[in-house]
């Protein structure tokens, strides 16, 4: 085992270099393959009678009508056009040139090079120093902390418009979630858990609603049945609510169940209007369990705060939560852009600051506007209307376009309560990208942004969305190719077709424009080379 072993980094290691040799060697071969084939076709022009060969060639080309160039060229204009319909959908579903993307997968490795959107590349940090970019599998997936509900919200959504909000995958790592919160306070697993531990991987709600009261004809305490029934049967808050507080009351001591279960009672409340019963349920939850910061219930704290435009009291928590060493979110970094625009957005005029300049205040708030925007620059948009808004997902990627459409979704309205922090927002929010101008390498108040946030919010975000996508990618090489290449093609068979006679003396010159390096190349061989030389070869 232990030669096995060995010899594997040897075999490895030659394998690495013949790669790499074949790799250097390329771009010579290709010249010589062509030098070779240059004069191979000089040496073989007269045993292979490549002349007459041309002649009867070009007899043929002269006898074709121009009804056959038209044909030829239009059916060259419309393959090249299916091509870019084909790559251009591609491109905005997977957001990749499909033709590109085999080539780095299948031809690039066989030539020995390595991908570019390799994981292992370091980039400069904030301080200067080297870091490891993130890879896909770093992009972590966190709860929506203001998620809806399923049969009082999305179910009802999915009714009038006929269009499914939540994706499988979305709803897969919530079906994982409840399995790790709700398995039981019990060293043993009971039999109502087990059918509920079943019944959040039913793929099928009616399932999984039919799984919860079979649970409950086995148990009439299964708390975390009543959950389900809660989050999925309930058709209104009123009722939603009332079985969330049938599932507190036979809770026992499970710290799971119970946090859940009484921060979905706090956003009850929060819906049904009661905002300080719900301010004050949520402090008592972040008390009683002050180590479960993780559940990110300060998110759904502030939110509430803002309704009541308890401007103060937001201050104080977003001074416990926004700290340097504590992670950051969309919530934090936008409501604390929020309270410093509200000071002086009701004033603000892109006019006067012109002409006077901005005060210590107001750049304290573009300066904080500038801090979100790098966060998660897809907030804007949303913010300021300029791109529609969907129901937020159950899960988000912090600094990603779910995260965005999750907290535009509940902060919008607060927004537009702050007069004038729209104004300055539109105003100040693109400044952002002349500070950053190479986010995924180098960021200015935070880490580079992460390259893989598209892939994982095209998962959470449905496909009628229009996903955003930071930073703006150029259209890939062979779009804009296919694209000349049908245009040219259909401009050739139009000008075929209108004026065929002027075509073909076009055509013509081309050709013989094109052949005349050759042409020339061949002279030049004849004079140099004696000609008994060129006759042994030959008859060889």
Not at 205 to 222: D, F, G, K, L
Not at 308 to 327: C, E, G, T, W
Not at 348 to 375: D, Q
């Amino acid at each position: 085992m232990e030669d096995t072993a060995g010899s594997n980094p040897q075999s490895l290691g030659f394998t690495e270099k013949l790669k790499s040799w074949l790799s250097w060697s390329w771009t010579y071969v290709c010249f010589i393959w062509f030098g070779m084939v240059l004069i191979m076709i000089y040496v073989l022009w007269s045993p292979l009678k490549l002349q007459e060969t041309l002649t009867s060639a070009s007899v043929f080309l002269n006898t074709l009508t121009p009804k056959f160039y038209v044909a030829l060229t239009g059916t060259s204009s419309l393959i090249s056009g299916l091509i870019l319909i084909f790559e251009w959908w591609y491109f905005r579903k997977y957001g990749t040139s499909f033709i590109e993307q085999v080539s780095v997968s299948h031809l690039r490795p066989l030539l020995g090079g390595v991908e570019s959107s390799s994981s292992t590349g370091l980039f400069t940090s904030v301080n200067g120093e080297a870091e490891p970019r993130p890879s896909v599998s770093e992009c972590k997936v966190w709860r929506n902390p203001l998620n809806l509900f399923r049969g009082a919200e999305y179910n009802r959504y999915t009714w009038v418009t006929g269009k499914e909000p939540l994706t499988y995958y979305d709803m897969n790592l919530s079906a994982q979630d409840h399995q790790t919160f709700f398995t039981g306070d019990t060293p043993q697993l009971r039999p109502e858990d087990a059918v509920m531990q079943k019944a959040w991987r039913e793929r099928n709600p009616q399932a999984r609603i039919r799984a919860a009261y079979q649970a409950i004809e086995m148990n009439h305490e299964c708390a975390a049945a009543y959950v389900l029934l809660a989050e999925e049967e309930a058709t209104t808050i009123t009722e939603a609510e009332r079985l969330f507080k049938k599932a507190l009351s036979i809770a026992g001591k499970d710290i799971n169940l119970l946090v859940y279960i009484k921060r979905r009672l706090a956003m009850c409340a929060r819906k049904l209007g009661r905002i300080k019963e719900a301010v004050k349920m949520m402090r008592d939850l972040m008390k009683e369990f002050p180590l479960l910061g993780m559940l990110n219930i300060h998110e759904n704290l502030l939110e509430a705060l803002l309704e009541l435009q308890a401007y103060a009291d937001v201050q104080a928590v977003l001074a416990k939560y926004d700290d340097i060493s504590l992670p950051k979110s969309a919530t934090i970094c936008y409501t604390s852009a929020l309270l410093k625009a509200r000071a002086v957005s009701d004033k603000f005029s892109p006019e006067a600051a012109s002409r006077r300049g901005l005060s210590t205040a107001e750049i304290n708030a573009v300066e904080a506007i500038h801090r979100a925007v790098e966060f998660n620059p897809h907030v804007p948009k949303y913010l300021l209307e300029m791109k529609s808004l969907i129901l937020p997902p159950e899960h988000i990627l912090k600094r990603g376009d779910s995260e965005a459409v999750a907290y535009a979704f509940f902060h919008l309205q607060h927004w537009k309560r702050a007069e004038g922090a729209l104004n300055l927002l539109h105003c100040t929010w693109e400044g952002t990208f002349r500070i950053i101008p190479y986010p995924l390498e180098k960021g200015h108040l935070f880490y580079p942004y992460p390259g893989c946030t598209e892939t994982a919010d095209r998962e959470l975000l449905p496909s009628f969305h229009e996903v955003s996508v930071y930073p703006k990618k150029e259209l890939p090489f062979f779009i804009l190719f296919t694209a000349g290449l049908c245009s040219f093609t259909a401009m050739l068979a139009m000008l075929t077709h209108q004026f065929p006679e002027l075509m073909g003396v076009f055509a013509k010159a081309f050709f013989s424009t094109l052949f005349a390096p050759l042409g020339f190349f061949a002279d030049k061989m004849e004079s140099f080379m004696p000609s008994s030389f060129w006759h042994q070869l030959t008859r060889i």
